[in-house]
Structures are given as C-alpha cells and as structure tokens.
C-alpha cells in the first residue's frame, strides 16, 4: 500500500527556520517525483515546486522559487520542505504528493502538516 | 505559465441531481487535466485523470471530458458524501503544474 506520511504540526515565531518532511512507503520512492502543495486558510491548492529523489533534481513554482528548499534523501524515502526565515504569510497547512512523471497527476498524498508562524 | 479558469467557484443542488464543473486553461494542454476532491480537513483525493480516466476506487458517478483548452468534470447522480470542494489541475510537460481555483459543492 503506497503511502505517504508527513511530519506533525509546527508553531515557529517570525524570524525561525524550518524543515518539514514526508516519508514514502510501498513503492519505489526513487523513481517517482514528489510535489509540495501549499493551503492557505480557507483557500485554494498552490503547486510549490517538485523532486525527483532519483537524481535529487528540482523545480519550483515562479511563486515560491527562492522562498522555500525542497530536498530528498532516497536512501530514507524522505522528501522535505524547508524554509530559513518564516514569515506569517507561511501560515498554511503543506501536502506532499507522489507524482505520476509521465502524466503529471498526484495519486497520493500526505495527511498534511500545518505550519503555523505567530509571534 | 498556463492559467485555469474553474467555474462556478460554489453550487449548490440535490441529492439525485446531475451537476457540472467546467475548467478551461490558458493555453492547449491535451488531455494533461485532472480532478481531485477534497473534504472538509483532508487531503485532496485524485479522482479523474488524463481528462477522462477514472481513478482506481472511485465511483462511476464521476466522470470526465475535454481535451486542448475546455474540460468538464461531472457528477451523474449527486450523493450526500459528494460535499466537498473540488479541483482541476493541469501539467504542462515543461514540467509545472496549476490548480484551478475550486468549486465547493453543497447540498440544497
């Protein structure tokens, strides 16, 4: 059973660094990319940017390019997203998501972790 | 980037009623068009892919159609457990993706 599990809720202060992740199971974690999608409360799905831990390779949304790090160990079948300074408008709860590569629709996803930023 | 433009934003009909999302993108993307549905607090579940294809598991009161810039997601008979906000997503192979922005969907 293919399954993706993510790291549990965080409460961080303006300022602070973070790193969330998502573990993979069931299937061959090297050879399917794994998206982030951003909620914002009470809003709509935004695609963050995508890994493929095969080769460690990345691609980010215009939107997100530079806010944010997304990173693979395939060794632990670990996808993460990282930020260096939080801001409030991080605020938002982030899934993970397998990625079919050759059709570009997400089959599985994470429960979500809910990230909240407060000073 | 390619744009989606998913309409209505909201609905609301009965149980027992045929109901109808409409996307259209920016730009022609084949059939590289998915549907998902997502339930008060939970992650968004795959149900229509490549436009039409059917996810494993999900009931064939959900279809799919369209092709090039204008796809259609219905529901033939709306079930009570269908409430949920629904989406579009698109990829274009350079690769990147968009949602649309979302349907909710309630019961009148």
């Known amino acids: 059973e293919v399954q993706l599990v993510q790291s549990g809720a965080e409460v961080k202060k303006p300022g602070e660094s973070l790193k969330i992740s998502c573990e993979g199971s069931?299937?061959?974690?090297?050879?399917?990319?794994i998206g982030w999608v951003r909620q914002m409360p009470g809003k709509g799905l935004e695609w963050m940017g995508f890994?493929?831990?095969?080769?460690?390779?990345?691609r980010y949304s215009p939107s997100f390019q530079g806010q944010v790090t997304i990173s693979a160990d395939k060794s632990i079948a670990t996808a993460y997203l990282q930020w260096s300074s939080l801001t409030a408008s991080d605020t938002a709860m982030y899934y993970c998501?397998?990625?079919?590569?050759?059709?570009?629709?997400?089959?599985?996803w994470g429960q979500g972790t809910l990230v909240t930023v407060s000073s | 980037d390619i744009e989606m433009t998913q309409s209505p934003s909201s609905l609301s009909a009965s149980v027992g009623d045929r109901v109808s999302i409409t996307c259209q993108a920016s730009?022609?993307?084949?059939?590289?068009l998915n549907w998902y549905q997502q339930k008060p607090g939970k992650a968004p579940e795959l149900l229509i892919y490549?436009?039409?294809y059917l996810e494993t598991g999900v009931p064939s009161r959900f279809t799919g159609s369209g092709s090039g810039t204008d796809f259609t997601f219905t529901i033939t008979s709306l079930q009570p457990e269908d409430i949920a906000t629904y989406y579009c997503?698109?990829?274009?192979?350079?690769?990147?993706?968009?949602f649309g922005q979302g349907t909710r969907l309630e019961i009148k």
């Open positions: 890994i493929f831990p095969g080769d460690s390779g990345t």
């Open positions: 730009q022609a993307i084949k059939t590289y």
């Open positions: 490549d436009a039409s």
């Open positions: 069931g299937y061959t974690f090297a050879n399917y990319w």
């Open positions: 998501a397998r990625i079919r590569p050759s059709r570009g629709h997400f089959d599985y």
């Open positions: 997503q698109q990829y274009d192979g350079v690769p990147s993706f968009t």
